[in-house]
C-alpha cells in the first residue's frame, strides 16, 4: 500500500469547512497508486476523491486541475474538481498541496475487448479537441530531455541486452524529435499516462479519464502511442492486439481524423511511448523513494514492448 501521508477524519474536521460539502464522513486510503496520496472521501453531500500531492510542485498542479475543470466544462468525462468558498481548486493539507475532485462512478476494465477500446479512442479525440483552446502550457515533464537525463542515471544498473537497446532508442527519438516529420505534429494538452487503470467503466460504458498528473502539452500522436501501448498488447508478451487497436483508432479517427504526418510518425512514436515508461520504471525500480510500503511496476513489461515495436512494425494508422 502507497499511503505517503496518513490522513484521519480528525484531521478533515476543520478542513473541510472551507468546502460547500458539509461533514466528513468517512476517509478510506486507496492502496494501488504510486505517484500520490489517494483517499476516497464521503461527505454529507456525496463521494470525492482526495488526493495529497507527494512530489508535484503548486507551480505545476494548476496546470493538471484547471485543465480537467476545462474538460468537465466541455463535456469530456474527467473528474471535476471542487472549488472551497474562495473558489480556489488547489489546496493544502498536512502542509502538502491537496485537492479534492468528483469520484467516478464504476472500475477499471482491465481486460478490454474492442469495445472499450472503441470508447477509449473516441474520447481521447473528444478530449483533444476540447483542450485545443485551453491557455495554459505545461511542457512534458517526462519527455526528451528527461529521457536524455535519466538514461545515464539507469544505464549502470542494466545487462549488456537492454543497456544497447536503451542507447540504441535514446539516439533513434532524439533524431526523431529533431525531424520535420515531428515537427509538422499536431499537438495540445494531453494526458500522457492513459492506461487501464486510469479509465473508469460501468459495465462497457465509459465514466471517465482519470489520474491527469502527466498531463503536459505535447503531441497527440504521444497520447495515441502511450494509450495504444497499454490497451491494445498481449500484457505477458507486449504484442499488438490488431482487433482492439484498429477499434481505438477507427474510433480516433473518426472524430479527429489523423494527418499525413501522424501517419509517417507512428512506428517511431509507438516506441517513444514504450522508452518514456520503460525508463521511468526503470527509475523507480532502481532508485525507490521511501514510502509506507511500495511495489515498483516492473521496467521489463516495456521493455518487451519496446522490443515488439521494433521487430514487428504496426500497421498503417489509416
Ligand atoms: N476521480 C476518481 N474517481 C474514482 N476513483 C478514483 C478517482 N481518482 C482516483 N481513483 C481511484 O484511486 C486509485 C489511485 O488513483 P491514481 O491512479 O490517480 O493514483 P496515482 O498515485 O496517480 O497512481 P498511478 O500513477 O500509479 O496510476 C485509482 O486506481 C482509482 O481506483
Ligand atoms: N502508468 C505508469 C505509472 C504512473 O502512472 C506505469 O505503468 O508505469
Redesign the pocket.
Known sequence: M?VFTPVTLDDLSQWITQFNLGRALAIKG?S?????T?F?LTTETGEY?L?IFEKLTAEQLPFYLHLMRHLAERGVLV?APIANLEGDILHTLKGKPASI????EGE?QLDPKPVHCEAVGAMLARMHIAGENFPMHLPNLRGLDWWLKTTPVVLPYLPDGPKELLRAEIHAQDAFAASPVYRALPRGPIHA?L?R??V?FSGDRLT?F??F?FGCCDTWLFDIAVTVNDWCIDLRTGALDLDRAKAMLDAYHAVRPFTEAERDAWQPMLQAGALRFWLSRLYDFYLPREAEMLTPHDPTHFERILRQRIDHPAPLLF
Not at 32 to 36: A, L, R, W
Not at 101 to 104: I, S
Request: net charge negative; hydrophobic share 40%; aromatic share 16%.
Open positions: 502507497a486507496i494501488s497508486g504510486i505517484e500520490n489517494n476516497f476523491v488526493t473528474p475532485v468528483t469520484k467516478l477499471s499516462d492506461f487503470n486510469n473508469m471517465g482519470f489520474d498528473y
